[in-house]
Nanobody, 124 residues
Framework: QLVESGRGSVQAGGSLRLSCAFS????????MGWFRQAPGKEREAIVS???????????DSMDSMKDRFTISYDPTSHTVSLQMSDLKPEDSAVYYC????????????????WSQGTQVTVSS
């Protein structure tokens, strides 16, 4: 089970950090990623990381996020994190992390393991 942690409310321009790791056991994922879903919208990819090589990939539709959102991975704790800065009200959504032993990149439908999600609310 993937367990996500992090604070979920911030004012516009602020920063948040979300972290995610498997609870109860160590799972050696190949790929981990962050996704989000706003009300009434389809789930969208933010960024994925091949944790074996460190290669990252940001969604092409997320150009505005590349400078504000950063993925990182701690191999000792198998924890993936998403550092978000300069948050905007349009970033409000439920944020999920996902993991899989196959490298699905940004294709969220391929991931097997999902976190419970964190509601991120950015107030103006």
């Amino acid at each position: 089970q993937l367990v996500e942690s992090g604070r979920g409310s911030v004012q516009a321009g602020g920063s948040l950090r979300l972290s995610c790791a498997f609870s109860g056991y160590t799972y050696s994922a190949h790929c981990m990623g962050w996704f989000r879903q706003a009300p009434g919208k389809e789930r969208e990819a933010i960024v994925s990381m091949n944790v074996r090589t460190g290669n990252t990939r940001y969604s092409d539709s997320m150009d505005s996020m590349k400078d504000r959102f950063t993925i990182s991975y701690d191999p000792t704790s198998h924890t993936v994190s998403l550092q978000m800065s300069d948050l905007k009200p349009e970033d409000s959504a439920v944020y999920y992390c996902a993991a899989d032993e196959l490298n699905h990149g940004l294709a969220w439908r391929g991931y097997t393991y999902w976190s419970q999600g964190t509601q991120v609310t950015v107030s103006s």
